[in-house]
């Protein structure tokens, strides 16, 4: 099972899931937990092969979203949490739209935070060149790069602080079990956009998140039941860049509240 922390607050009986992306892993999340802490009960995990997590071994030839996906299920259910709402950022908003396909009872609102919801042509040239050259250059610095090109300018290099800590983590080996998900990712994201979720959704994007914002938009403008926020002045990692504004918004629409569909200054 992976491995996972829970915080409990006795005066709430609803629970928030945090999913992190690869490479990252539940620290991510260190500026979200006071205040979510005060609200909600908390369940933090560790995807496999990520943080305290170990790499799968089991029959699987390669992973696919469906068993990464399940791993959190299966941890809901260890647990006893019937429902709750999940907050995901970057590749973990994808294994929540997952989660949303295979068990929407369990699913009660979703946070997508610098969500991945398609790739722009600059997105998928930066993926194409990635799988080029997985093998020739090693993937801390190729990750390092990539972080760079997702997460410029001097307001993120906290969040490319945070991820290239938590990257040195990751076996070389994981990496690559990883990068192999890339044409699922593609196909289920193609199938995603002609269709649509019910799910009470908000899309929480930084207004520098410009290989990931417009896919987003696209989706939203299509959902009666997605809303999008938009944090102006950050990037991809908006939960790191602006933690308070972040908070704000995502715990008000979490508690039933309409967001105020306006950029956030700063």
Known sequence: ????????????????????????????????????????????????????????HGNERRYTLESISQDVIDVLEHEGIASAHFVGVSLGTILIRQIVEMAPERVDSVIYAGAVAGFTWSARSLISVGQLLRFIIPFRTLYGTFAWIIMPGRKAAEARRVFRAEARQVAPDEFHRWIQLIPEVRRRLKQWSTSVSECRSLYLMGGRDYLFL??????????????????????????????????????AFLRGQQPELQAANG
């Open 1 to 56: 099972m992976l491995s996972y922390k829970t915080f409990i607050n006795a005066d709430s009986d609803d629970w928030v899931v945090f999913i992190h992306g690869a490479g990252g892993s539940s620290a991510v999340w260190f500026k979200q937990l006071r205040d979510f802490r005060e609200q909600f009960n908390i369940l933090l995990v560790d995807l496999r092969g990520h943080g305290r997590s170990s790499a799968y």
């Open 214 to 251: 417009p896919p987003a938009q696209r989706i939203v403008e299509r959902s009666r039941n997605a809303f999008i926020q938009v944090i102006d002045g950050v990037g991809h990692v908006c939960n790191i860049e602006r933690p308070s504004v972040f908070n704000e918004m995502a715990i």
